[in-house]
T-cell receptor
Framework: GQQLNQSPQSMFIQEGEDVSMNCTSSSIFNTWLWYKQEPGEGPVLLIALYKAGELTSNGRLTAQFGITRKDSFLNISASIPSDVGIYFC???????????FGEGTQLTVNP | DGGITQSPKYLFRKEGQNVTLSCEQNLNHDAMYWYRQDPGQGLRLIYYSQIVNDFQKGDIAEGYSVSREKKESFPLTVTSAQKNPTAFYLCVTQQGLNQPQHFGDGTRLSIL
């Protein structure tokens, strides 16, 4: 099945820095979701986006649904050590259809 | 996520053995999914079910089987035909149209 192109694959940053990651696709999605996964746990939903151009925040996290509906971005401001984990994007073409996942961005934050 | 229970957390399989992973939800969600996650890789869809007594194959269904006899339960059987079963298995539910998917805490399956 198709995977989304998620980048970067990994990031090593200092505490306090801002982080950006993105997902792109060759086809249109009508819903974009961002998840965070910590070791040994299932992914947890961070932000859900339902409209092209939508910009949504959740604390220090901000995500955008690209105008073309083929991409999405996640930004984390002022990173802290507990931001460490793997971040996944997921796209959904139509309501009720299955998700297509990116391969994840491994984030490491050095204190 | 609360309301989705996967068990066991860790499971070991002997060669030639079938094992069943449990997924139970009390969220009254219609749709349930099974994903497999391998180290350093994204999630791949094994099977999914949008209503009771109905399910469809995902991208990597070979060597797996499921049932959906009750809305609350969607067990996944890893059969002996699955030659590389070692992975992290995630059960997911979805309430309905335009609703995000919610994940269980996963089961890690290893070969003895």
């Amino acid at each position: 099945g198709q995977q989304l192109n998620q980048s970067p694959q990994s990031m090593f940053i200092q505490e306090g820095e801002d982080v950006s990651m993105n997902c792109t696709s060759s086809s249109i999605f009508n819903t974009w979701l961002w998840y965070k996964q910590e070791p040994g746990e299932g992914p947890v939903l961070l932000i859900a986006l339902y409209k092209a151009g939508e910009l949504t925040s959740n604390g220090r996290l901000t995500a955008q649904f690209g105008i073309t509906r083929k991409d999405s971005f996640l930004n984390i401001s002022a990173s802290i050590p507990s931001d460490v984990g793997i971040y996944f994007c997921a796209g959904q073409r139509t309501s009720g259809s299955r998700l297509t996942f990116g391969e994840g961005t491994q984030l490491t934050v050095n204190p | 996520d609360g309301g989705i229970t996967q068990s066991p957390k860790y499971l070991f399989r002997k060669e030639g053995q079938n094992v069943t992973l449990s997924c139970e939800q009390n969220l009254n969600h219609d749709a349930m999914y099974w994903y497999r996650q391998d180290p350093g890789q994204g999630l791949r869809l094994i099977y999914y079910s949008q209503i009771v007594n109905d399910f469809q194959k995902g991208d990597i269904a070979e060597g797996y089987s499921v049932s959906r006899e009750k809305k609350e339960s969607f067990p996944l059987t890893v059969t002996s035909a699955q030659k590389n079963p070692t992975a992290f298995y995630l059960c997911v539910t979805q309430q309905g149209l335009n609703q995000p998917q919610h994940f269980g805490d996963g089961t890690r399956l290893s070969i003895l």
